[in-house]
């Protein structure tokens, strides 16, 4: 099992933005420190009550703590930027991180966001599925002349080509079968491509989906991915008493904030706009000791067939102590268990 930091980079207006920038250069830091070989970001826009660090401006500013280490986005929610403007800033992390960069992308599931951009929410999916289609071409190509419904170029050259050739892996996102199966149709696992899975599905949805996109590469003849991230909501402590009673308000705001988005019912399926916080974590979280929170990640990888833990350990309002305590017992105690468990 090998292990990347997800930097939890919403935060909430009124904290000093500078501190929580050094904040997430020391998670890094102690991660690389304890084998963690990769560095993951998520994306949505700072506007009402979150601030969301941008997120290929932070990767660069994390890569001088990140040296061997993957930096990519997970997921960037790519129908809201111009796909040119976004492959030139993948290609400038590949070369700051010396051809490690990971573009991880989804169509999106917040309307506000795209009324925020002035983009149409009804035509995410054509934008996405253009957008990774040029950006494929824009990295392999020369002179790209692409006409599609929503982006058009003639002769397009992208000067600045990534340091991996012939482009950087993409991550797929997406929380339906539809989305699921669109990935498989998408990727190119010979090139390092795969889905990841939404961090706010419980473990028998992501177990379920995981079987539907290995069935969806083996319907195109492609070879299943052979970097395979799951992405979890992890906090690991004495116990799980602990973790509730340090972490659990900063875990009901992040998701109070989501839910009066139209996370549950308008991607998870759930009938109520916030669950109750028991509900919520149940089969959504691996919370508790050491040998709990390794018990549960060994089901969680045998189940899926993942060979990457994307770990998302911080939350809005979270003390900077508690997400490196969970960084720490996850390097030292948990992920030897669970390598063990698996051998």
């Given at each position: 099992?090998?292990?990347?930091?997800?930097?939890?980079?919403?935060?909430?207006?009124?904290?000093?933005?500078?501190?929580?920038?050094?904040?997430?250069?020391?998670?890094?830091?102690?991660?690389?420190?304890?084998?963690?070989?990769?560095?993951?970001?998520?994306?949505?826009?700072?506007?009402?009550?979150?601030?969301?660090f941008?997120?290929?401006?932070?990767?660069m500013?994390?890569?001088?703590?990140?040296?061997?280490?993957?930096?990519?986005?997970?997921?960037?929610?790519?129908?809201?930027?111009d796909?040119?403007?976004?492959?030139?800033?993948?290609?400038?992390?590949d070369?700051?991180?010396?051809?490690?960069?990971?573009?991880?992308?989804?169509?999106?599931?917040?309307?506000?966001?795209?009324?925020?951009?002035?983009?149409?929410?009804?035509?995410?999916?054509?934008?996405?599925?253009?957008?990774?289609?040029?950006i494929?071409?824009?990295?392999?190509?020369?002179?790209?002349?692409?006409?599609?419904?929503h982006?058009?170029?003639?002769?397009?050259?992208?000067?600045?080509?990534?340091?991996?050739?012939?482009?950087?892996?993409?991550?797929?996102?997406?929380?339906?079968?539809?989305?699921?199966?669109?990935?498989?149709?998408i990727?190119?696992?010979v090139?390092?491509?795969?889905?990841?899975?939404?961090?706010?599905?419980?473990?028998?949805?992501?177990?379920e989906?995981?079987?539907?996109?290995?069935?969806?590469?083996?319907e195109?003849?492609?070879?299943?991915?052979?970097?395979?991230?799951?992405?979890?909501?992890?906090?690991?402590?004495?116990?799980?008493?602990?973790?509730?009673?340090?972490?659990?308000?900063?875990?009901?705001?992040?998701y109070?904030?989501?839910?009066?988005?139209?996370?549950?019912?308008?991607?998870?399926?759930?009938?109520?706009?916030?669950?109750?916080?028991?509900d919520?974590?149940?089969?959504?979280?691996?919370i508790?000791?050491?040998?709990?929170?390794?018990?549960?990640?060994t089901?969680?990888?045998?189940?899926?067939?993942?060979?990457?833990?994307?770990?998302?350990?911080?939350?809005?309002?979270?003390?900077?102590?508690?997400?490196?305590?969970?960084?720490?017992?996850?390097?030292?105690?948990?992920?030897?268990?669970?390598?063990?468990?698996?051998?």
């Amino acid at each position: 099992m090998r292990l990347s930091l997800f930097i939890g980079a919403e935060h909430r207006p009124t904290e000093s933005m500078a501190q929580r920038l050094s904040e997430h250069v020391e998670q890094v830091r102690l991660a690389r420190q304890l084998g963690f070989d990769g560095v993951s970001i998520g994306n949505h826009l700072s506007y009402g009550p979150t601030a969301w660090f941008p997120p290929f401006e932070t990767l660069m500013r994390l890569t001088a703590e990140a040296d061997g280490m993957s930096l990519g986005t997970c997921m960037l929610i790519l129908p809201l930027y111009d796909p040119f403007h976004v492959a030139e800033q993948v290609a400038l992390l590949d070369a700051a991180s010396g051809g490690r960069a990971i573009l991880g992308v989804a169509p999106g599931w917040q309307k506000d966001e795209f009324q925020v951009m002035g983009q149409d929410y009804g035509r995410r999916i054509g934008r996405y599925t253009e957008s990774i289609d040029l950006i494929k071409r824009l990295y392999t190509e020369e002179d790209v002349t692409f006409e599609g419904q929503h982006f058009r170029t003639s002769k397009l050259t992208l000067a600045m080509r990534p340091t991996r050739k012939p482009r950087p892996p993409l991550w797929l996102g997406g929380s339906v079968e539809n989305a699921v199966r669109r990935a498989g149709k998408i990727a190119e696992p010979v090139l390092g491509d795969t889905w990841v899975a939404s961090s706010h599905l419980k473990n028998h949805v992501i177990t379920e989906q995981a079987t539907v996109f290995k069935a969806a590469l083996a319907e195109q003849g492609k070879p299943a991915p052979t970097d395979f991230p799951v992405l979890r909501n992890i906090v690991v402590a004495a116990d799980r008493g602990t973790v509730i009673r340090e972490v659990g308000p900063a875990i009901a705001e992040s998701y109070r904030i989501l839910g009066d988005w139209g996370l549950f019912t308008g991607v998870v399926g759930d009938a109520r706009t916030h669950p109750e916080f028991e509900d919520l974590i149940a089969d959504r979280f691996i919370i508790g000791s050491p040998d709990e929170c390794a018990a549960q990640i060994t089901d969680l990888m045998r189940s899926t067939g993942c060979n990457r833990l994307v770990t998302r350990i911080q939350w809005v309002g979270m003390e900077h102590r508690y997400v490196m305590r969970t960084i720490e017992l996850l390097g030292n105690k948990v992920a030897p268990l669970v390598r063990k468990a698996l051998a």
